[in-house]
């Protein structure tokens, strides 16, 4: 159980450094095109799991 939760912590983790990854490029690409607006989009969904992750903490 122990590793586990371990494993959840590091994935948690990582989602919440492809947030603040996500957070830079949809500012970045929102500007630009229907394709960079659709990549602001799916970011906004990384940072919104990485919201969700952090309640597994």
């Given at each position: 159980m122990g590793e586990a939760m371990t494993q959840v912590l590091e994935v948690a983790d990582h989602l919440q450094t492809l947030a603040v990854q996500a957070d830079i490029?949809?500012?970045i690409y929102e500007s630009e095109l229907d394709q960079g607006?659709?990549?602001a989009w799916l970011l906004r969904k990384v940072k919104a799991l990485s919201i969700r992750a952090r309640l597994y903490m």
């Open positions: 490029l949809s500012f607006r659709e990549l």
